[in-house]
């Protein structure tokens, strides 16, 4: 692995009483696609969230490019250079797309790819054909690929995607796909949640599984697809 980009370690996280998140350790190296897969519940968003810093409760570390952000809150947490996709999609339906664009507008960050909308809509054709449509007006593919696209505005070094095929038509779903193919040629750090294996086998290099917020299994996405035992264990429902 290159350059550690984020390092998880000892990672316990809580919803009130309820202990979710039992020791993760986890590390996505430089220019990475990382996927963290298991079944629903298995708490994939739950550490997502944990490392944006949007759990009230945590104990562990988390270190983003050797600097310790486990309890800085998110706004600190997205001004070092880690973006945030939610998986529900939260797009400003009253504004257009090039306004939820310019919200999420950040100078640029060494070391991160710079973005500007015109290579936005290079990325999303979709969105290059809808500049003035108020996000409102979107199908839920096209209101994803815009909350993906306005976090790149921010000029992120590491994106967190939560679920980014969920819910979405299945040419939509390839579009992501591609779009992630194309963030990781751009030199751009993703860690994602993905229940959808076959759309995270497409996408990312290497795979933590989680099963009751504990990591099962890590290696590479192949090393994965070719553990029968740990795929009928932990993956298939």
């Given at each position: 692995?290159?350059?550690?980009?984020?390092?998880?370690?000892?990672?316990?996280?809580?919803?009130?009483?309820?202990?979710?998140?039992?020791?993760?350790?986890?590390?996505?190296?430089?220019?990475?696609?990382?996927?963290?897969?298991?079944?629903?519940?298995?708490?994939?968003?739950?550490?997502?969230?944990?490392?944006?810093?949007?759990?009230?409760?945590?104990?562990?570390?988390?270190?983003?490019?050797?600097?310790?952000?486990?309890?800085?809150?998110?706004?600190?947490?997205?001004?070092?250079?880690?973006?945030?996709?939610?998986?529900?999609?939260?797009?400003?339906?009253?504004?257009?797309?090039?306004?939820?664009?310019?919200?999420?507008?950040?100078?640029?960050?060494?070391?991160?790819?710079?973005?500007?909308?015109?290579?936005?809509?290079?990325?999303?054709?979709?969105?290059?054909e809808m500049p003035d449509r108020p996000?409102?007006?979107?199908?839920?593919?096209?209101?994803?690929?815009?909350?993906?696209?306005?976090?790149?505005?921010?000029?992120?070094?590491?994106?967190?995607?939560?679920?980014?095929?969920?819910?979405?038509?299945?040419?939509?779903?390839?579009?992501?796909?591609?779009?992630?193919?194309?963030?990781?040629?751009?030199?751009?750090?993703?860690?994602?949640?993905?229940?959808?294996?076959?759309?995270?086998?497409?996408?990312?290099?290497?795979?933590?599984?989680?099963?009751?917020?504990?990591?099962?299994?890590?290696?590479?996405?192949?090393?994965?697809?070719?553990?029968?035992?740990?795929?009928?264990?932990?993956?298939?429902?």
């Amino acid at each position: 692995m290159t350059d550690t980009v984020l390092k998880v370690e000892q990672l316990n996280a809580f919803y009130g009483k309820a202990h979710i998140l039992f020791d993760v350790d986890l590390e996505v190296g430089q220019g990475e696609v990382v996927a963290l897969v298991g079944r629903n519940g298995a708490g994939k968003s739950t550490t997502i969230k944990a490392i944006m810093g949007m759990l009230d409760r945590v104990q562990g570390r988390v270190s983003y490019r050797g600097e310790d952000i486990t309890r800085l809150p998110p706004y600190k947490i997205s001004r070092m250079g880690v973006g945030f996709v939610p998986e529900d999609r939260r797009v400003f339906s009253d504004l257009t797309v090039l306004e939820n664009l310019d919200i999420g507008r950040r100078p640029p960050r060494p070391g991160a790819p710079t973005w500007t909308p015109e290579k936005l809509f290079r990325l999303f054709p979709n969105l290059g054909e809808m500049p003035d449509r108020p996000g409102g007006q979107m199908s839920g593919g096209e209101q994803q690929m815009l909350t993906v696209a306005r976090t790149l505005m921010g000029n992120p070094g590491l994106v967190l995607l939560d679920e980014p095929s969920e819910g979405i038509a299945p040419v939509i779903v390839e579009q992501m796909a591609q779009m992630i193919t194309e963030l990781k040629k751009q030199g751009l750090t993703v860690l994602l949640s993905e229940q959808n294996t076959h759309f995270a086998q497409l996408v990312s290099d290497r795979a933590y599984v989680l099963e009751k917020g504990q990591v099962k299994f890590t290696g590479t996405m192949q090393e994965l697809m070719r553990n029968d035992e740990v795929r009928k264990a932990y993956l298939e429902v």
